[in-house]
């Protein structure tokens, strides 16, 4: 669990990760993600829709120490340019910042802060979504090449009791019906859909995942489920 923590948040220490921490990723999630509803709806009862949103959105930039969206800026620079396998694995491991990630990660915080401000808080359905997109992300190391020869994920690729986490999607569903009924549902099924569309791209373009293709696709599976949540139902 601390494994976990350290992982994906700034929580937990600076904690070398082992297969085993990849169970406790849906929790996490939840974790997380009720942190990030509470503000969320505590802004709400004080402050502009708007303004709650977007201190939602900087309370999961804070928690998770901005790992993942520095992985969707590193995904986003190295997989939508025309390049080679080489480079675009070279490109991701660069600290540079360009355009595709500047306009890519610009447009998700957007995106996700104008979903949160077009609904009433809902601690419920934000933990619901974020344990489905880390959910993905624990049983990708099953079916997916690590694709470097080492790194920060490398040690995840030595297990194949990672698809024990999808047992978690059932409650992250039931959890996300019990808030807004079925339109929850759909915001669990998008925001998987979501991640492993990611993965799927990069298996595409680099042939596997790599840690930031990690976090870029629970970043944006939680955006596609938070979109799904704003939908006129």
């Given at each position: 669990m601390r494994e976990a923590l350290g992982f994906l948040t700034i929580l937990g220490g600076p904690r070398a990760p082992n297969p085993r921490a990849l169970?406790?990723?849906?929790?996490?999630?939840?974790?997380?993600?009720?942190?990030?509803?509470?503000?969320?709806?505590?802004?709400?009862?004080?402050?502009?829709?708007?303004?709650?949103?977007?201190?939602?959105?900087?309370?999961?930039?804070?928690?998770?120490?901005?790992?993942?969206?520095?992985?969707?800026?590193?995904?986003?620079?190295?997989?939508?340019?025309?390049?080679?396998?080489?480079?675009?694995?070279?490109?991701?491991?660069?600290?540079?910042?360009?355009a595709f990630a500047l306009v890519v990660v610009v447009f998700v915080i957007v995106l996700r802060v104008a979903a949160l401000s077009d609904r009433l808080p809902d601690i419920a359905i934000v933990a619901a979504i974020w344990c489905a997109s880390r959910t993905v992300v624990a049983v990708a190391p099953a079916w997916l090449t690590y694709v470097r020869e080492e790194g920060i994920a490398s040690t995840f690729v030595t297990t194949k009791t990672a698809v024990w986490p999808v047992l978690a999607l059932g409650p992250a569903a039931g959890i996300a019906i019990a808030a807004i009924g079925m339109p929850g549902l759909a915001?669990?099924?998008?925001?998987?859909?979501?991640?492993?569309?990611?993965?799927?791209?990069?298996?595409?373009?680099?042939?596997?995942?790599?840690?930031?293709?990690?976090?870029?696709?629970?970043?944006?599976?939680e955006t596609v489920g938070l979109v799904i949540t704003a939908a006129r139902w």
């Open positions: 169970r406790w990723f849906p929790v996490v999630g939840v974790m997380v993600g009720a942190a990030v509803g509470s503000v969320w709806w505590a802004g709400g009862e004080v402050l502009p829709a708007f303004v709650a949103a977007a201190l939602a959105v900087a309370a999961d930039a804070a928690i998770t120490g901005m790992l993942h969206f520095d992985g969707l800026a590193d995904t986003a620079d190295g997989l939508l340019p025309h390049a080679t396998r080489e480079r675009r694995l070279k490109i991701m491991r660069t600290p540079e910042v360009g915001a669990i099924g998008g925001t998987a859909l979501g991640a492993m569309a990611v993965l799927a791209f990069a298996r595409a373009r680099i042939g596997g995942f790599t840690g930031d293709v990690l976090g870029a696709a629970i970043v944006i599976g």
